[in-house]
Structure formats: structure tokens, C-alpha cells
């Protein structure tokens, strides 16, 4: 994998290995900073779109439908070790629905850091709102048979991917 500088932004024209390297990026960048964890990029690879990939998913982009989406998934334990990071302050308990809309706030900014990373690039995509929901949820199953670039991240919470979508 390629990597430049660290604060370069000029992503035009580059070779499609750097396209990990800039999502990876976006992750460390944003998800890391949110829930003070380190998450490291175990596993890089293109394939076909995963729905077993965990019970919690976010799904970004322009839905449905579209040739661009970004999944993040996580097991269900990863969701709740991260809300707890994020919700550090907050007295009550922390339920299902708020671990919900921790991972679709995650997602959110993920995106949008991903999104600013390659605005000048041919890598670039709509962004909508997060739809946040379980791996049952037929949303999820709209992209079984695409063709994905895969990461799966480890963090001191447990592991996770994100899955960039590719037209079928």
C-alpha cells in the first residue's frame, strides 16, 4: 500500500492502492478519535460484498441502489465497547438504541472524512445519512454479488470492517 504524506490532500490520479490507504485514513481519523482507540487495518483485500461480517451494520451513500456505498460492520460487542467510549459521561445505562446511533453518528463522520479525502478524486461519492440496522435487515442483503474493497480493522474494542461497494 501506498501511502503519502500525511497532510496531503491531493488524491487526484491516484493509483487505486491508495484508495485502502485513505479509507483507512478516514477510519483512524475519525472513528479512532471518537471512541480513543487505535484501530489497525488487519486485513485488505477485494471481494465480493460479506453480510457475515457482524450483527450491527451502517450502510452510507447513495441508497439504494447505488454503485457507491460504504458498509461498516461490527459484531454487536465491538458496537457496545465503542458506545461506551463515546457515551463516557453519560450516568445511564447505555441500550440498544443508543449504540444505534453511535454507530450511525461513527458511520456519519466516517463518511465525511472519507468523503473530503477523495473530492478530487475520481473515488468520489454521494453521501447520504447513515442507515443503521441488523444484519437480518434486507438492506443489507440488496449487496450480496458486489464486488467490494474489504478492510477489517482491530481496535482495543474488538474488530470491525468497512466494505466500499462497488455496481455489481
Same mark, same amino acid.
Given at each position: 500500500?501506498?501511502?503519502?504524506?500525511?497532510?496531503?490532500?491531493?488524491?487526484?490520479?491516484? +493509483? %487505486?492502492?491508495?484508495?485502502?490507504a485513505l479509507?483507512?485514513?478516514?477510519?483512524?481519523?475519525?472513528?479512532?478519535?471518537?471512541?480513543?482507540t487505535d +484501530?489497525?487495518?488487519?486485513?485488505?483485500?477485494?471481494?465480493?460484498?460479506?453480510?457475515? /461480517?457482524?450483527?450491527?451494520?451502517?450502510?452510507?451513500?447513495?441508497?439504494?441502489?447505488?454503485? #457507491?456505498?460504504?458498509? /461498516?460492520?461490527?459484531?454487536? %460487542?465491538?458496537?457496545?465497547?465503542?458506545?461506551?467510549?463515546?457515551?463516557? #459521561?453519560?450516568?445511564? +445505562?447505555?441500550?440498544?438504541?443508543?449504540?444505534?446511533?453511535?454507530?450511525?453518528?461513527?458511520a456519519n463522520?466516517?463518511?465525511?472524512?472519507? %468523503? @473530503?479525502?477523495?473530492?478530487? @478524486?475520481?473515488?468520489?461519492?454521494? /453521501? @447520504? /445519512?447513515? %442507515?443503521?440496522?441488523? @444484519?437480518?435487515?434486507?438492506?443489507?442483503?440488496?449487496?450480496?454479488?458486489?464486488?467490494?474493497?474489504?478492510?477489517?480493522?482491530?481496535?482495543?474494542?474488538?474488530?470491525?470492517?468497512?466494505?466500499?461497494?462497488?455496481?455489481?
Amino acid at each position: 500500500m501506498i501511502v503519502g504524506p500525511p497532510d496531503s490532500m491531493e488524491t487526484v490520479n491516484q +493509483p %487505486k492502492a491508495d484508495l485502502a490507504a485513505l479509507f483507512i485514513e478516514a477510519v483512524t481519523g475519525s472513528i479512532g478519535e471518537m471512541t480513543r482507540t487505535d +484501530p489497525v487495518a488487519r486485513e485488505v483485500i477485494q471481494a465480493n460484498f460479506d453480510r457475515t /461480517l457482524g450483527e450491527v451494520w451502517a450502510l452510507v451513500g447513495s441508497l439504494p441502489g447505488s454503485p #457507491d456505498c460504504l458498509a /461498516l460492520s461490527l459484531p454487536v %460487542k465491538t458496537a457496545r465497547g465503542m458506545a461506551e467510549r463515546v457515551f463516557t #459521561d453519560v450516568r445511564e +445505562p447505555i441500550d440498544d438504541g443508543m449504540i444505534l446511533d453511535c454507530i450511525g453518528e461513527l458511520a456519519n463522520v466516517l463518511a465525511g472524512q472519507a %468523503k @473530503s479525502l477523495l473530492a478530487n @478524486s475520481p473515488y468520489h461519492f454521494s /453521501l @447520504s /445519512l447513515p %442507515k443503521v440496522m441488523r @444484519s437480518g435487515d434486507s438492506r443489507v442483503s440488496l449487496h450480496l454479488g458486489h464486488h467490494c474493497l474489504r478492510i477489517i480493522f482491530d481496535s482495543e474494542v474488538g474488530e470491525f470492517a468497512l466494505q466500499i461497494i462497488a455496481e455489481a
